[in-house]
């Protein structure tokens, strides 16, 4: 893996996931901060762009339970609850809504030199941003890895995956200890269906370790 054509992709790191208090909190996220404040770190060092996508949501989606959905409220629009942990803060951020955006738009942000943002009221990112079907490949058009990484495994995770699966060359990798599931059983069931389907599960010290050339778990000179 080569810092320049490598994209790391953050899922959905906002309070409401992963703080104890948050209002759709995955079990024991709070255990992989650390994890990924060292990958978006890592990022920043080597010069990594950082992509993702992150729940901004409104009172009339049909996700929420008040809308009969399956969801309780949660990042709902301008609440703390929506805000990414600060270990995973945006830089330099261009937010794609999701409003219609014309291909010469599409074609700015994948340019801009800082974080992409994909903003979705939907679970599955394709369906949660009109853009995302026509942005995504777009993008993973200018790298050969992939690494993702965020919550939740089974849910949005699972849906990034997807996604970006078969995408031409590109080749993915999800950091297996910077992800948590809102179900155990069905986070375990997701690693297995990726694992068949090519994609290549490492931990935040292999990662590290293909990026700088090092052996995981050495020591950088």
């Known amino acids: 893996m080569k810092p320049?054509?490598?994209?790391f992709w953050d899922v959905d790191t906002q309070r409401d996931f992963i703080l104890p208090d948050g209002r759709l909190y995955a079990p024991g996220a709070e255990k992989i901060v650390a994890t990924l404040g060292?990958?978006?770190?890592l990022a920043r060092r080597l010069n990594i762009r950082i992509a993702g996508d992150?729940?901004?949501?409104f009172l009339g989606d049909p996700e929420l339970t008040r809308n009969g959905g399956p969801y309780p409220d949660h990042c709902m629009n301008a609440t703390p609850g929506q805000r990414k942990i600060e270990q995973t803060a945006w830089v330099n951020a261009v937010h794609i809504?999701?409003?219609p955006l014309s291909d010469a738009e599409l074609d700015a942000a994948i340019a801009h030199r800082g974080d992409l943002v994909i903003e979705k009221q939907h679970v599955d990112v394709l369906a949660g941003n009109c853009n995302a079907p026509r942005l995504i490949p777009k993008l993973l058009r200018k790298y050969r890895d992939v690494a993702i990484y965020g919550v939740c495994t089974d849910v949005c995770v699972d849906f990034v995956v997807r996604a970006t699966l078969g995408q031409g060359p590109v080749k993915l990798h999800v950091v297996t200890d910077a992800i948590a599931a809102l179900d155990a059983e069905r986070g375990k069931a997701?690693?297995?269906s990726w694992r068949a389907t090519g994609v290549e599960l490492l931990t935040f010290a292999q990662l590290k370790a293909a990026l700088t050339g090092t052996e995981a778990g050495a020591t950088e000179s």
């Open 190 to 192: 997701c690693l297995e």
């Open 97 to 99: 809504e999701n409003r």
């Open 4 to 7: 320049e054509t490598t994209l």
């Open 38 to 41: 060292a990958i978006t770190a």
């Open 54 to 57: 992150v729940d901004r949501h």
